[in-house]
């Protein structure tokens, strides 16, 4: 049983680090747009599918098919902002969140609905970025997993090396802290905003890549990844990439932690999500604004 | 006479169904120190906010030192050498006094933080704010804000700063601060334009004042022929 756990604990951990970058990118976008973006889950699932065709396609390496997917979801996700959300840069737009809501929203089911009529409903599955098992004892864990938890905290560590230690990144957090104060010091705030939806996306899509050899790929395979990050963004308190992240690595433990433990092993699967929900409810009502929460939502 | 900075010709700004400003023809050259007044809701901010690039205007060119400015980014007039401050101060709060100075550089090619921090020393010494840089900007006090704002505007280097309500809400004292430093920096050639509604701060301060009410400009000149212009003591006392 204590063996079983462990496994479980090492698998939420994984799966809480890509959950990790799937947030942190939903933060990004968050804190400098000021938009919820309910796309997000959509460019994660299209990451995956970018990935697999650039393996399948161009035949290039699995472990540069996620640089590829990157890339890509980046170039998607300018793509979407230059086209669809200037107009929450003007100030005759009235309404701005509800604007960023109900097109991410449209965006969504539009990729969504490509997906399905492009790539069709049945699952794929990329090749695996190494083949095998690591076994320490009694802990086993396929090298995907180790990969996958890899790779997402290398996303993480390049993410936080970004922002703290780079002009760009300096730049970003004077954009979300005033935008007013960043336009009048010679900052391009248009440049930023596309700089942080892209970056944004390359994170979701990233991670979308990650998952495929694990759990395949499927048109609506962000449904619930991307219900997820909302969650973990308000746990770890919005506009915080340092909250998103530890938030992600609770919800993957307390998830998997849930599957192992919860009585009845036919349903735990599916109360699983509902449990992270639960863990929201319950820190909020302790904590409102979250782990790292402040009343305000600039980038940190 | 001294270079052109800014030149606007028929400048007019709309908000819906109000005409906020209508055909300005306005100038400033290089070393002028001018004042902007008008009783509230002449145009004034949407004036600034159409010369710093925040409003576009619907009609009008705008020239900064000979180059058509009309529709570029507030970022691109502060590139061109527009700086300004807010009536309401925008600062970046959570970072500290030092870290907003040197924010400036982060958006100038080949800037380099070791000269960059330098500069934004001699400028927080001169505004006497060099024992707090390590402060975080919300931190501090209103009227510290408000000289905070004027040093980072001061790290552009530019060649006109506009001043929104400089004196609003502040004390005696540090508005008497204000006017000392202003003249200081003025005295060593930069170019200001100030709004505000302080009309005896504005004439120990400016050489030039413009008169603005219900969007057009109905003065301009010394602050003696100003005073005693009889349109402007109309749109003030209307007599």
């Known amino acids: 049983m204590t063996d079983y756990i462990l ?12 959950y990790a970058v799937i947030a942190a990118g939903l933060t990004v976008i968050f804190s400098i747009l000021r938009i919820v973006n ?9 990451g995956g599918y970018f990935a697999y065709f650039a393996i399948s396609l161009l035949g290039i390496p699995p472990m540069a098919g996620v640089v590829f997917a990157m890339a890509a979801s980046f170039a998607l996700s300018v793509l979407i902002e230059r086209t669809l959300l200037t107009p929450l840069y003007s100030p005759t737009t009235e309404r701005k969140g509800d604007y960023g809501i109900l097109v991410t929203f449209g965006i969504s089911i539009f990729l969504r609905n490509i997906a399905l009529i492009v790539f069709g409903p049945y699952p794929l599955r990329p090749p695996s970025f190494l083949t095998g098992a690591l076994i320490l004892g009694p802990l086993i864990m396929t090298w995907d997993r180790v990969f996958d938890a890899g790779a997402a905290i290398a996303m993480l560590v390049f993410l936080l090396w970004f922002m703290h230690r780079t002009a760009w990144g300096e730049a970003l957090n004077a954009v979300s802290q005033s935008r007013e104060s960043a336009a009048i010091v010679g900052i391009n705030d248009q440049l930023f905003y596309m700089l942080a939806f892209g970056l944004g996306g390359a994170l979701a899509g990233g991670a979308g890549a990650l998952v495929g050899p694990i759990y395949s790929l499927s048109p609506s395979m962000g449904l619930i990844p991307d219900t997820q990050a909302f969650a973990i963004v308000i746990l770890g308190g ?31 699967l599916t109360y699983a999500q509902a449990f992270s929900l639960l863990v929201l409810m ?19 | 006479m001294s270079a052109l900075l800014i030149e606007t010709h028929a400048l007019s700004m709309r908000f819906g169904g109000i005409l906020a400003v209508s055909e300005l023809d306005f100038a400033v050259h290089a070393g002028e120190l001018v004042g902007l007044i008008g009783p509230n809701g002449s145009g004034k901010t949407t004036t600034i906010n159409m010369l710093t690039g925040h409003l576009v205007p619907v009609q009008g060119e705008i020239m900064v030192r000979g180059v058509r400015a009309h529709g570029q980014a507030a970022s691109a007039y502060a590139t061109m050498g527009v700086g300004r401050t807010f009536q309401i101060t925008q600062l970046f709060g959570r970072m500290t006094v030092l870290e907003n100075m040197l924010v400036p550089g982060l958006a100038r090619p080949g800037s380099k933080k070791a000269g960059a921090t330098r500069a934004a020393r001699r400028h927080l010494e001169f505004l006497g704010l060099a024992a707090l840089e390590n402060l975080p900007a919300k931190n501090l006090s209103g009227g510290q804000q408000k000289l905070l ?6 790290m552009l280097e530019p060649a006109i700063l506009f001043l929104d309500e400089p004196f609003a809400g502040v004390n005696p004292f540090l508005r008497d601060e204000i006017i000392v430093l202003v003249q200081k920096l003025h005295a060593e050639g930069r170019t200001f334009v100030i709004v505000d509604h302080d ?7 400016v050489h030039r004042m413009v008169v603005m009410a219900r969007g057009r400009k109905i003065a301009d000149g010394t602050v003696e022929d100003v005073r005693h212009d009889q349109e402007v003591l109309r749109a003030y006392a209307g007599f």
Do not use: C, K, W
Request: no cysteine; hydrophobic share 55%; net charge negative.
């Open chain 1, 38 to 46: 309910f796309a997000h889950g959509e460019v994660y699932m299209m």
């Open chain 2, 199 to 205: 009309i005896e701060a504005l004439q120990r301060l």
């Open chain 1, 282 to 300: 319950v820190v909020l009502l302790v904590r409102p604004t979250g782990f790292f929460g402040r009343i305000h939502t600039a980038l940190d």
């Open chain 2, 149 to 154: 704002e004027l040093g980072r505007a001061l």
């Open chain 1, 7 to 18: 496994i479980q604990a090492l698998n939420g951990l994984v799966i809480g680090i890509i």
């Open chain 1, 238 to 268: 919005m506009g915080s990439v340092m909250g998103s992240i530890l938030a992600g690595l609770m919800i993957g433990v307390s998830e998997s932690m849930f599957v192992a433990l919860f009585p009845d092993p036919s349903r735990s």
